[in-house]
């Protein structure tokens, strides 16, 4: 019985232990996050960085996204809904992180269909029809193109320019961006330069809508 007592307390000893220890790695790697984001400030908006709103909002969010995740489709139309919630207070900025096999080649598309001025309803396609082209987290281009059919794109240019070195350099700034201001999953939300460090949708829109009100002051 005694013996049985003694590994009882020692377990919820261990795991009180492991539960603090927890606690502390997340705080610093928090830290850490935040300290990194500080030092980094250019890298969280490039001059070719996809980006809707008044230029001049008060509130800037950049949004590190694959467009594979099926967390960044349903985050999508929230954030739309949070810019119509505060009109003209918010400025979306997109950058990319291919997280997923065969993401970077439908990011590459997505550039190339910006190229022909249709960059947003290219997009709102793509991360509605996501389960038809990317499945168990392997991206496939191929099956996207059917579902922008709609659209009217010169579909002969748009694969040229899916190859360009400039739509190539894109991506690859992106990327190198990503790992400076150590984005390591998507999507990653940056609030006037302040990464999310507490995951949610009522977090992100607690930290725009304290943005917001800190602009009034």
Known sequence: MKQKTLFM?????LLSLFIVGAL???KTQTQETVAQVQSNQQALVRMHSPAIGKQDAPVVLVEFFDPACESCAAFYPFVKSLM????DQIRLVLRYAPLHQGSDKVIAALEAARKQGLYWPALEIL???QEEWAQNHVADVERVFPHWASLGLDMVQLKEDMNSQGVASIIAQDIADAKAL????TPSFF????PLTSFGYQQLETMID???????K
Do not use: M
């Open 191 to 194: 609030v006037n330069g302040q």
């Open 24 to 26: 502390v790695y997340k």
């Open 182 to 185: 150590y984005v390591n999953k």
């Open 84 to 87: 119509a919630k505060n009109p």
């Open 127 to 129: 991360l509605d029809t």
């Open 9 to 13: 307390v020692s377990a919820v000893a």
């Open 210 to 216: 304290r943005a917001i009100a800190e602009a009034k």
